[in-house]
């Protein structure tokens, strides 16, 4: 049922400095592949393949990694590299649309700029900050949920009480599984004053409905569209869950996590995880 989903990539990239002064940091690699990558795969490997990416000033890059290139291909197919023509095969078969944000003013307002694309249908949202591990099947599960309530679906995970300031937070009542029905969610709260510390994660499942809401809404928290004040607003109108995610995830939109996800995903890469794990035992030796 879900056959859309939107990228956010308009942001300007700032904690990554300056190595995202000209180039997007979406396509910082995760070891091989750029970090927006993964979600896409994550989409595809849910039956998505029409994508909604919105972009801002210098991300032109992201553009030109999902073209086809013809002369790439020939090259491999010369020089018998089908591994790597494996990979690019990959992204044959999808569709990608780009829509370019003129200010970065928020979540809500990106995801309201992909409206004339969605054609009135419940559409995924992937932030690429969040990369979940491919052995995981977040999405898949999220989508199952919608299917069954017919209702939107966000992405939740347990924080440290220390860390829910950092996130949008859910007061709500688990209902099944993992699945959670969701009485309220707040942007960033102080610590002694969260409703709990399941945070929301970057995974959603939208219905259309939530772009009226976007489009008749004032600037939130920092002057931007906060998502999570759209989702309140359509609280009163229907029935919003939570996925209790337990899996891995990595915030690589901090440097920390970026480098934790590039060594474990690197580990799960069989040519790469002995050298990789001699390489960490000889440094932990040193210390």
Same mark, same amino acid.
């Given at each position: ?26 396509? #910082? ?64 078969? #999808? ?148 996925? #209790? ?21 690197? #580990? ?20």
């Amino acid at each position: 049922m879900i056959k859309k989903a939107v990228l956010p990539a308009a942001g300007l990239g700032t904690r990554f400095l300056p190595a995202t002064k000209a180039s997007p940091k979406e396509m #910082l690699p995760i070891v091989d592949k750029p970090m927006i990558q993964y979600s896409v795969e994550e989409a595809k490997g849910c039956g998505i393949n029409d994508f909604i990416v919105i972009t801002g000033k210098n991300k032109r890059a992201i553009e030109d990694h999902f073209d086809f290139a013809p002369e790439l291909v020939e090259y491999l197919k010369q020089k018998g590299n089908g591994d790597l023509l494996d990979e690019i095969d990959k992204m044959k078969g #999808l569709s990608f649309a780009y829509i370019r944000q003129g200010k970065p003013l928020g979540l809500g307002h990106a995801i309201l700029c992909a409206k004339p694309f969605l054609n009135n249908a419940s559409f995924a949202v992937l932030l690429g900050d969040d990369i979940i591990d491919p052995d995981d099947k977040l999405l898949y599960e999220m989508i199952q949920v919608h299917n069954e309530t017919k209702a939107p679906v966000v992405a939740l995970q347990e924080v440290a009480q220390a860390e829910v300031s950092r996130y949008g937070i859910i007061d709500g009542n688990l209902v099944k599984g993992n699945t959670y029905e969701i009485k309220s969610l707040v942007e960033k709260p102080p610590t002694d004053k969260a409703p709990s510390n399941l945070a929301v994660i970057g995974r959603y499942i939208l219905s259309p409905d939530i772009m009226d809401i976007l489009a008749d809404m004032q600037p939130g928290a920092g002057g931007e569209y906060q998502l999570t004040d759209a989702l309140n607003i359509l609280l009163s109108e229907r029935k919003i869950y939570g996925y #209790l995610f337990k899996g891995k995830r990595y915030d690589a939109g901090d440097k920390l996590g970026f480098l934790k996800a590039t060594i474990d995903l690197a #580990l799960k890469r069989p040519e790469f995880s002995a050298g990789l794990l001699e390489y960490i035992r000889m440094i932990s030796n040193r210390l």
